[in-house]
């Protein structure tokens, strides 16, 4: 059975680096047509797609987000990282993680984390 | 603002059939194949649809999907109060740098 859970902090303050973790199970990091994304949902609001790490460590990023982002991945625990600097109220979200069909680029997302709430206040 | 653009909501009665239109561009939709995402209330979305028209494992038939051009669409029949959520659709979008997966602007279904 394939899952992702995403951990992170609660609450952190503006201007501070968000660090949200995802730990996968029930497939490898090192699939070569599989990859894990980043998404995000602000309350009351669409889908945003932030970053996605490929089985080669190849990278993805929001165009619009690029500069405060950093995906990582370490395959023997499981788990990709993924970092957000310079956190503003706007940010706040619920932020998914999700096992994304990838080659080039990204393709669908076809197990998602239950998601994990982040609230930027001061 | 999303790219892709989904109507905010649509509501018909039990056991009849919904589209979702999702428009997009010859950089996203026209050259990309899309996907489709169900979101229960409270929950993290789930996949419907991929690959523009395929259902994974244990989606009911009563979901399809279709493309045509820079558009797509998702059909539900047989509506069930089960299935009020809200639906995204996704795709690739190339019109800036290395590109981005875009979603669309979600579409909330009311069962009457």
């Known amino acids: 059975q394939v899952t992702l859970k995403e951990s992170g902090p609660v609450l952190v303050k503006p201007t501070e680096t968000l660090t949200l973790t995802c730990t996968v199970s029930?497939?490898?990091?090192?699939?070569?047509?599989?990859?894990v994304s980043w998404i995000r949902q602000p309350p009351g609001k669409a889908l945003e797609w932030l970053a996605h790490?490929?089985?080669?460590?190849?990278?993805l990023y929001s165009t619009s987000l690029k500069s405060r982002l950093t995906i990582s991945k370490d395959t023997s625990k499981s788990q990709v990282v993924l970092t957000m600097a310079n956190m503003d109220p706007v940010d706040t979200a619920t932020y998914y993680c999700?096992?994304?069909?990838?080659?080039?680029?990204?393709?669908?997302?076809?197990?998602w984390g239950k998601g994990t709430t982040v609230t930027v206040s001061s | 603002q999303s790219v892709l653009t989904q109507p905010p909501s649509v509501s018909a009665a039990p056991g009849q059939k919904v589209t979702i239109s999702c428009s997009g561009s010859?950089?996203?939709?026209?050259?990309?194949?899309v996907s489709w995402y169900q979101q229960l209330p409270g929950t993290a979305p789930t996949l419907l649809i991929y690959?523009?028209?395929k259902r994974p494992s244990g989606i009911p038939d009563r979901f399809s999907g279709s493309k045509s051009g820079t558009s797509a669409t998702l059909g539900i029949t047989g509506l069930q109060t089960g299935d009020e959520a809200d639906y995204y659709c996704?795709?690739?979008?190339?019109?800036?740098?290395?590109?981005?997966?875009?979603f669309g602007t979600g579409t909330k279904v009311t069962v009457l």
């Open positions: 996704g795709t690739w979008d190339s019109s800036l740098g290395a590109g981005d997966y875009v």
């Open positions: 690959d523009n028209n």
């Open positions: 010859s950089s996203n939709i026209g050259n990309n194949y």
């Open positions: 999700a096992r994304s069909f990838s080659i080039n680029t990204v393709y669908y997302m076809d197990v």
């Open positions: 029930g497939f490898s990091l090192t699939n070569r047509r599989v990859g």
């Open positions: 790490i490929f089985s080669n460590d190849g990278q």
